[in-house]
Nanobody
Framework: QVTLEESGGESVQPGGSLRLACEASGRPDQMYVRGWFRQAPGKEREGVATYDEVGITRYADSVKGRFTISKDNAKNTLYLQMNDLKPEDTAMYYC???????????????WGQGTQVTVSS
């Protein structure tokens, strides 16, 4: 089993920055790939960025150059640094993990409860 807990979401003005964190516990072999997804009201959940065990990262086109995914193995925590935030980044952000790589598709087995990010002036 795997447990994921997100933190760091809050309200911020356009152009601002936030860093989300996802602390994981459980079987490491079930977390070969970890990632961030988001869901805005009335929209489907979409992949934002992923990070696999060999350090390969993947980003959605909409966040490339603005968001950076990273992992602290000592803390077993996944991060998402978000810069130059835009109103369209407003969403509930979820952390996900699986032993299989589904890319940016929301097919991962383990999910956190989410943390809300609101970008508004």
């Amino acid at each position: 089993q795997v447990t994921l807990e997100e933190s760091g979401g809050e309200s911020v003005q356009p152009g601002g920055s936030l860093r989300l964190a996802c602390e994981a516990s459980g079987r490491p072999d079930q977390m070969y790939v970890r990632g961030w997804f988001r869901q805005a009201p009335g929209k489907e959940r979409e992949g934002v960025a992923t990070y696999d065990e060999v350090g390969i990262t993947r980003y959605a086109d909409s966040v490339k150059g603005r968001f950076t995914i990273s992992k602290d193995n000592a803390k077993n925590t996944l991060y998402l640094q978000m810069n130059d935030l835009k109103p369209e980044d407003t969403a509930m952000y979820y952390c996900a993990a699986d032993r299989l790589d589904y890319g940016l598709k929301d097919l991962y087995k383990y999910w956190g409860q989410g943390t809300q990010v609101t970008v508004s002036s």
